[in-house]
């Protein structure tokens, strides 16, 4: 079945490191991709999509590229900020069902 | 923002009692759903709607059951509660839109003890 897997955390960095948190997918079809970061005591909230191969999502400096090749929606960000610290969800939507993957926590230390 | 509200925001219950969470939403969305979030498990779907009336299970639906007699409101009923149904549950509503995407309700923390 449709699936999404993501690195393992915690991840914790210093200020102003550079971000990358893994996430692969298995679906059938082409599905769109997303990410999801959840602050602590709330919900999920949408940081970017993508629709299609070679889609560049982006938002708030964080970006991940769509890589059909690789199955792969990598997210990145050049220079972290404590604000940044949270759960990053990677998620795949096929037809009108959501997967998503088991979260990555992030710590960003000053 | 989608106005999407859930209520109670936390519950604390015995087990062997019915619980009913409410997810209501304001803009008529078509497609509704119940997740729970446990450590180590990410968001698992426990049921999902298509309209009203209209329903379907997902992977984590045993135990629960839902309703949805209205196009704003989607109840999730856990019909004797049990332990391991201690979770934090979120609804979401499907944006229509390229791509169509989901956007959470503000959860409920349930205990049973």
């Known amino acids: 079945g449709d699936s999404v897997t993501q690195m393992e955390g915690p991840v914790t960095l210093s200020e102003e490191a550079f971000l990358t948190i893994n996430c692969t997918y298995t679906a059938t079809g082409y599905p769109s991709l997303f990410w999801y970061v959840q602050y602590p005591g709330e919900g999920l909230q949408l940081l970017l999509k993508?629709?299609?191969?070679?889609d560049k999502g982006s938002n708030k400096g964080f970006e991940a590229t769509y890589r059909k090749e690789t199955t792969s929606f990598h997210l990145e960000k050049g220079s972290v900020q404590v604000s940044d610290s949270a759960v990053y969800f990677c998620?795949?939507?096929?037809?009108?069902?959501?997967?998503f993957g088991t979260g990555t926590s992030l710590t960003v230390i000053p | 923002d989608a106005g999407i509200t859930q209520s109670p925001r936390h519950k604390v219950t015995e087990t062997g009692t019915p619980v009913t969470l409410r997810c209501h939403q304001t803009?008529?969305?078509?497609?509704m759903y119940w997740y729970r979030q446990d450590p180590g498990h990410g968001l698992r779907l426990i049921h999902y709607s298509y309209g009203v009336k209209d329903t379907d299970k997902g992977e984590v639906s045993d135990g629960y059951s839902v309703s949805r007699s209205k196009t704003e409101d989607f109840l999730l009923t856990l019909e004797s509660a049990t332990s391991s149904q201690t979770s934090v549950y979120f609804c979401a509503i499907q944006i229509t839109g390229a791509p169509a995407e989901q956007f959470f309700g503000p959860g409920t923390r349930l205990t049973v003890l």
């Open positions: 998620a795949l939507r096929t037809g009108n069902q959501f997967y």
């Open positions: 993508a629709t299609k191969a070679d």
């Open positions: 803009e008529n969305h078509r497609y």
